[in-house]
């Protein structure tokens, strides 16, 4: 077994609970981590045999701009289900999805909701 990583993924979306951060939008980063079997494409050397990180980035991508939503967590579930309905072969998927700044009424870094889903 090995872990795939792709690590701050940045996106500009209009997720939020209140309408003012829907309209004006806020600092997303995203991270997701999948746990596959390695040892086909690390014996052959071939894309086709391993889990495509490229297309991994594209479903992220598509789904933090593809909709609205309240929560960093219905966000988190869109990605898991995204995660395991376009790609094969993966045994687990975490995604971690911090946003940054959010309006609590004070300076706060980020608010991190962090999911995981094993098959």
């Excluded at 077994?1 to 806020?26: P, R, S």
């Amino acid at each position: 077994m090995g872990l795939i990583k792709i690590e701050g993924m940045e996106f500009y979306a209009f997720h939020g609970h209140y309408k003012e951060e829907q309209i004006v939008g806020n600092r997303f980063l995203v991270d997701l981590e999948m746990e596959t079997d390695m040892s086909v494409p690390a014996e052959s050397d071939s894309l086709e045999d391993a889990v495509n990180y490229q297309v991994a980035y594209r479903v992220v991508k598509e789904e933090m701009k593809r909709i609205k939503s309240n929560l960093l967590e219905h966000i988190g579930k869109r990605i898991l289900d995204a995660v395991y309905r376009e790609l094969g072969g993966i045994s687990s998927v975490t995604v971690t999805i911090r946003k940054m700044n959010p309006p609590m009424g004070g300076p706060i870094k980020n608010v991190t909701v962090k999911m995981t889903r094993k098959v």
